[in-house]
């Protein structure tokens, strides 16, 4: 079977949104690419989720045509549907595409979210229930320790070797786990076609913690 190793890009007039079957093959539930630069920009949605992490450099990540700059370390969660594009031109910037079919996601953070009780709610609410218009953004900054997993992630991807299908399944979830237990409080929400709402899950999460006994919808609002 043939990977593609470069973008998910579509046009409107095209294939608006890419189903599982063109890249999701046998056993394998979990793709990786490499975003290639000066790729043109080209807006698309897919029937699965889509995690972009920048490696090294940075890229301008566009939903609906609005525009957000994303820069090394930053790591983004996508829903099914979402219609976005990424861009550079930034001939040093290694931006990851990493393809989830949605049961392996589903599987992966049911388990993990179990142990983050405020998480597993929110992440429900923003990504499980197929809201089109908003996803999530991790500012992780320079960690090495996720920059390694994703260079191990890539590369057992590309070996090819056997067995490789449910090592990359393991790795997603010990990536997910470390990037929860490290980051957790790095969450940034985005939500609606303009992105008039960035809302910062952490302080969230922190004060409904903090007025457990006490906290009514007004005051969260």
């Known amino acids: 079977a043939h990977k593609n190793t470069g973008s998910l890009g579509h046009t409107m007039d095209d294939h608006f949104f890419t189903p599982e079957s063109r890249y999701f093959y046998g056993h394998r539930h979990v793709v990786i690419s490499r975003h290639p630069c000066y790729n043109p920009l080209n807006f698309h949605g897919h029937e699965f989720f889509e995690l972009i992490y920048v490696w090294r450099g940075d890229c301008d990540h566009y939903i609906n045509q609005e525009k957000i700059k994303l820069q090394q370390g930053d790591f983004c969660i996508l829903p099914p549907h979402l219609i976005h594009a ?11 595409n990493i393809l989830i079919r949605k049961p392996t996601f589903y599987y ?84 609606n076609a303009r992105m008039e709402k960035e809302v910062p899950v952490s302080e969230i999460l922190s004060f409904i913690s903090e007025h457990l006994q006490d906290i009514s919808l007004d005051m969260l609002a």
């Open 86 to 96: 990424v861009y550079t031109e930034n001939e040093q910037s290694v931006i990851i």
């Open 108 to 191: 992966t953070f049911t388990n993990l979210l179990s142990e983050f009780d405020e998480l597993s709610s929110f992440f429900r609410f923003a990504l499980l229930e197929e809201k089109n218009d908003s996803y999530l953004m991790f500012r992780c900054g320079e960690d090495a320790v996720l920059q390694h997993m994703v260079q191990q992630m890539y590369e057992e991807y590309f070996q090819d070797e056997a067995y490789a299908a449910p090592i990359l399944d393991h790795y997603i979830m010990i990536f997910f786990g470390l990037l929860l237990r490290r980051h957790h409080q790095d969450i940034l929400f985005f939500e």
